[in-house]
């Protein structure tokens, strides 16, 4: 499921297979800093960090998220069970 339909310089999507939910962000542009901000309905505060192509020392998902040129990174969702 995309997300960012109208960002020009960033793609990102959620990946459900069963039980498991991935987070995708990918930078498609040569910019330094691009900023996407993770809205909907992702609880952020349970996401860590999968693989990123870049060396990244924060696994834990921000709020927003600046990525580096050509940058990309897989998220794992945990939801909370109740």
């Known amino acids: 499921m995309p997300l960012s339909f109208d ?22 542009t ?16 349970m996401a860590v960090l999968f693989i990123s192509n870049y060396e990244i020392t924060e696994v834990k998902l921000p709020p927003i998220i600046k990525l580096r040129p050509y940058e990309a990174r897989v998220y794992s969702l945990r939801e909370q069970i109740a």
């Open 30 to 45: 040569e910019e330094d800093g691009v900023e996407f901000e993770v809205k909907g309905e992702m609880q952020i505060d």
């Open 7 to 28: 960002d020009e310089k960033v793609f990102s999507y959620l990946r459900c297979q069963g039980p498991f939910r991935s987070f995708i962000v990918m930078n498609f």
